[in-house]
């Protein structure tokens, strides 16, 4: 059974940095492009990070140079590395396979002074 587990999540300052971790079960994470979406208070779910099966990655333009999508393939896990933060990316965080419509219950990141 597919399962993704986000944690890492917390309350941080402006400027702190964070990373999630996404522990997945069900596949490895070597054979699938993997994602991080986030959800804002109010907003539409939006698309973040994406690692591909041959390593490569993208991020979302707005969010180059502060996060960083990774993935660790003995741990079975995907990794968010967050820099820099804001109190605009408070929302909740999420990991997704491209081609699964599978979520997890996410993680919530909350930047603040």
């Known amino acids: 059974q597919v399962q993704f587990v986000e944690s890492g999540g917390g309350l941080v300052q402006p400027g702190e940095s964070l990373r999630l971790s996404c522990v997945v079960s069900?596949?490895?994470?070597?054979?699938?492009?993997m994602n991080w979406y986030r959800q804002a208070p109010g907003q539409q779910r939006e698309w973040v990070a994406r690692?591909?099966?041959?390593?490569?990655?993208q991020t979302t333009h707005s969010l180059e140079g502060r996060f960083t999508i990774s993935r660790l393939n003995t741990k079975n896990t995907v990794y968010l590395q967050m820099n820099n933060l804001e109190p605009e990316d408070t929302a909740v965080y999420y990991c997704?396979?491209?081609?699964?419509?599978?979520w997890g219950r996410g993680t919530q990141v909350t930047v603040s002074s």
């Open positions: 997704k396979a491209s081609d699964l419509d599978v």
């Open positions: 069900g596949f490895r994470v070597s054979t699938k492009d």
């Open positions: 690692i591909f099966t041959d390593s490569g990655t």
